[in-house]
T-cell receptor
Framework: SYELTQPPSVSVSPGQTVSITCSGH??????TSWFQQRPGQSPILVIY???TRPSGIVERFSAANSGNTATLTISGTQAVDEADYYCLAWDSITATYVFGGGTKVTVL | EVHLVESGGVVVQPGGSLRLSCAASGFTFGDYTMHWVRQVPGKGLQWVSL????????QYADSVRGRFTISRDNRFNSLHLEMNRLRAEDTALYYCAKDKGSRIQPALYSFDIRGQGTLVTVSS
């Protein structure tokens, strides 16, 4: 089965930039999405189709996807960005969606 | 505004059955593929199942295939998940989600989770 691998945690200072990676075999050939989940809340879609921000998502969220790695970047990180982040991809071979294990972003 | 309200989660014994529902509003329900996603408390997200706009196409995660059945009723803007032969590892918060694409739009391979979820606990 297809697998997506994320680092368990990353930390960042307020105002700095942090990048979260998501790795999978030929992931660049698939469309990747990213979800943010703040403590005690439901997940929110912050990126879809590799690079598109849904309406209402702030510009400091950006993403890229190439080769075997997709990357979510948060610029000018704020305390409100402290959350778990999950990548998602569609595996056409198994006709299933796959989530990465999630990355906890801590704003120090 | 898109609104999804899940219901039906309860405590059930291993081997038991349960039916979850999701009431949708704020969009043309019959135009969209719908999904179920679950999350074990304190753990990560897992996609469970999808059903296309008219119910002709359904897909399942390996862990639930053969035990769970997804369905929809476009007359009543409702999505359902019939869960049979439940196991302890099915214990989770279950969310329904609306696909980003639609019947008249190319697939975008993503979805929005808009509800608060309904908690299923499988325990004796």
């Amino acid at each position: 089965s297809y697998e997506l691998t994320q680092p368990p945690s990353v930390s960042v200072s307020p105002g700095q930039t942090v990048s979260i990676t998501c790795s999978g075999h030929k992931l660049g050939d698939k469309y990747t999405s990213w979800f943010q989940q703040r403590p005690g809340q439901s997940p929110i879609l912050v990126i879809y189709q590799d690079t598109t921000r849904p309406s209402g998502i702030v510009e400091r969220f950006s993403a890229a996807n190439s080769g075997n790695t997709a990357t979510l970047t948060i610029s000018g990180t704020q305390a409100v960005d402290e959350a778990d982040y999950y990548c998602l991809a569609w595996d056409s071979i198994t006709a299933t969606y796959v989530f990465g294990g999630g990355t906890k972003v801590t704003v120090l | 505004e898109v609104h999804l309200v899940e219901s039906g989660g309860v405590v059930v014994q291993p081997g038991g059955s349960l039916r979850l529902s999701c009431a949708a509003s704020g969009f043309t329900f019959g135009d969209y593929t719908m999904h179920w996603v679950r999350q074990v408390p304190g753990k990560g997200l897992q996609w469970v199942s999808l059903i296309n706009w008219d119910g002709d196409d359904t897909q399942y995660a390996d862990s639930v295939r053969g035990r769970f059945t997804i369905s929809r009723d476009n007359r009543f803007n409702s999505l359902h998940l019939e869960m049979n032969r439940l196991r302890a590892e099915d214990t989770a918060l279950y969310y329904c989600a609306k696909d980003k694409g639609s019947r008249i739009q190319p697939a975008l391979y993503s979805f929005d989770i808009r509800g608060q979820g309904t908690l299923v606990t499988v325990s004796s």
